[in-house]
């Protein structure tokens, strides 16, 4: 028996080093005459990807899920799920809402989970509250249809905000002192486009708008010049759209220059006029290193005279001139243009700073360089979901500063 262990252990020692060699080649065996060619392939096992039944887990505490469920919010699950959501909530703050709580649920979908090529689908539902009375919850989103054809935006919002008001015109935003009053706000906005040549679409928009102003005192009541405290209008217009970004809510490359005239037929609306507003808004994005982004945007709104003052141009707000309080200069025209630096740091984080400025006019108020206002600012990134971002910024501007959160990118 020892005679026999002794020639299986040196059979099997011989063998060996060929079963290792087999697992990264061809190997060939003879029966009877033919040749029969075949190859072996090792089942690689990774340690990582066993899993023990979910009885034999270890529980985690509080911390330890929360930890699991944002670390995988940034996979790309879209194909896999009908809509890929995450909820987030904690404490939100800006210039003009002050402290408060926010609730937000970011979602990514696809409408047919075949196509890979189309960019995916986005959504935001938002609710706040915050310290100075101010309410607010609306939903915003894209929707993209197969291949890009058509696409869909929707911003349905209400909001009911302690304001503070200077008054109508560059002027008084500078001198005036400052007044209160208590604002309320139905929107509904959508757009529908439509593909005609390659990134150039052609469509039309319905913007509803109704508001209401509340508890004014002597001198906010004087800063409306006899129009009255509450206005709605319905506007039909069209749309004109050349846009090459690869992912609307972060765009990474491309350009995107918009178009839209709006009409407000005075039969459907209170405004005791036929009003227009015209927008446009001119965006450029231009990687200059693996991790840095460099983002351009242009921007003006131009508004019929006699438009009443809660459809006026607003200076200010979480995507352009960040940093002012929104309303303090406002005013039928508004041009503003701001550079920013995005910088991706480490993992889920990242930070930014830019430079800008703008500037508002009328014909009670002729354009001037000299009341052009100043930018700049520096803000912090967070990625909530693949390529959708809180941001946190700080903005300065001419006596004032401002602090904001907010999702996805300004602009």
């Known amino acids: 028996m020892a005679v026999l262990r002794r020639i299986v252990y040196t059979i099997l020692l011989s063998v060996l080093p060929l079963l290792v060699a087999a697992q990264t080649q061809s190997l060939y065996r003879v029966v009877d005459g033919d040749t029969v060619r075949y190859t072996y392939t090792p089942i690689v096992v990774d340690s990582a990807q066993l899993q023990l039944p979910d009885e034999l887990q270890p529980r985690k505490g509080f911390l330890g899920?929360?930890?699991?469920?944002?670390?995988?919010?940034?996979?790309?699950?879209?194909?896999?799920?009908?809509?890929?959501?995450?909820?987030?909530?904690?404490?939100?703050?800006?210039?003009?809402?002050?402290?408060?709580?926010?609730?937000?649920?970011?979602g990514l979908y696809r409408l047919d989970r075949t196509d890979s090529i189309t960019p995916p689908s986005d959504l935001s539902i938002f609710a706040n509250i915050t310290?100075?009375?101010?309410?607010?919850?609306?939903?915003?989103?894209?929707?993209?249809?197969?291949?890009?054809?058509?696409?869909?935006?929707?911003?349905?919002?209400?909001?009911s905000a302690p304001r503070d008001v200077w008054g109508i015109g560059y002027r008084a935003g500078r001198d005036n002192l400052r007044s209160e009053f208590v604002e309320q706000r139905y929107?509904?906005?959508?757009?529908?486009?439509?593909?005609?040549?390659?990134?150039?679409?052609?469509?039309?928009?319905?913007d509803f708008e109704h508001t209401r102003g509340k508890k004014f005192n002597e001198l906010s009541l004087s800063y409306l010049e006899g129009q009255r405290d509450h206005y709605t209008a319905t506007g039909f217009g069209l749309i004109a759209d050349y846009d090459s970004r690869d992912f609307i809510p972060n765009p990474a490359r491309g350009i995107h220059l918009r178009w839209e005239g709006i009409w407000f037929p005075h039969g459907l609306g209170t405004c005791g006029r036929?009003?227009?507003?015209?927008?446009?808004?001119?965006?450029?994005?231009?990687?200059?290193?693996?991790?840095?982004?460099?983002?351009?945007?242009?921007?003006?709104?131009?508004?019929?005279?006699?438009?009443?003052?809660p459809m006026l141009a607003r200076m200010g707000g979480s995507e352009r001139m960040r940093g002012y309080y929104e309303g303090q200069y406002t005013d039928n025209n508004l041009i503003t243009c701001q550079v920013e630096l995005r910088q991706h740091i480490w993992r889920r984080i990242g930070c930014v700073v830019w430079?800008?400025?703008?500037?508002?006019?009328?014909?009670?108020?002729?354009?001037?360089?000299?009341?052009?206002?100043?930018?700049?600012?520096?803000?912090?990134?967070?990625?909530?979901?693949?390529?959708?971002?809180?941001?946190m910024d700080y903005g300065f501007g001419r006596d004032t500063s401002g602090f904001l959160l907010s999702i996805n990118e300004a602009f």
Do not use: M
């Open 131 to 159: 310290t100075s009375g101010f309410y607010s919850f609306g939903v915003t989103g894209n929707t993209i249809f197969r291949h890009e054809k058509r696409r869909l935006e929707y911003d349905v919002s209400f909001a």
């Open 274 to 309: 036929s009003l227009t507003r015209t927008t446009f808004s001119a965006n450029f994005y231009q990687r200059l290193w693996a991790s840095g982004l460099l983002a351009f945007d242009l921007h003006g709104e131009f508004n019929s005279e006699g438009t009443p003052w």
């Open 355 to 391: 430079g800008g400025a703008g500037n508002l006019f009328s014909r009670r108020e002729p354009f001037a360089w000299r009341n052009t206002l100043p930018n700049y600012g520096v803000g912090l990134r967070w990625e909530l979901k693949k390529r959708v971002n809180v941001r």
């Open 65 to 106: 899920r929360v930890v699991d469920y944002f670390g995988q919010s940034t996979q790309d699950r879209t194909f896999e799920k009908k809509i890929d959501i995450t909820f987030a909530g904690g404490p939100s703050y800006s210039k003009t809402t002050k402290l408060g709580l926010g609730l937000l649920a970011a």
């Open 187 to 206: 929107r509904i906005y959508g757009r529908f486009l439509q593909r005609i040549f390659n990134h150039t679409y052609l469509g039309a928009l319905v």
